[in-house]
């Protein structure tokens, strides 16, 4: 169950990290930051857009990559399973 949060933290974690792109120029410690960068692996998927559940995706698991894509109704990374709104 989906409980409401009260903090701007929270929201921010829940709903911009590793979504919303980095606003810094200056180069930077990206595993340090909490927005994404072009090309990084940690990136997700906004939950509010994207219907996803925090359990990971099978295919990704097996394979390596899922053919689904953003599409697909599990997660695909830490960042997603660990900062669903679910969890």
């Known amino acids: 169950m989906i409980q409401a949060s009260n903090s701007q933290a929270d929201v921010f974690m829940l709903f911009a990290a590793k979504i919303v792109t980095c ?11 909490p927005y994404v960068h ?5 990136r997700r998927r906004d939950p509010r857009l994207h219907h996803y559940s925090s359990q990971p995706c099978p295919d990704k698991q097996k394979k390596g990559v899922c ?4 599409a697909c109704k599990y997660s695909h990374n830490l960042f997603e399973t660990h900062l669903h709104p679910e969890m």
């Open 67 to 70: 053919p689904r894509g953003d």
């Open 38 to 42: 072009p090309g990084e692996k940690a």
């Open 23 to 33: 606003p810094k120029k200056a180069v930077h410690v990206w595993s340090e930051c």
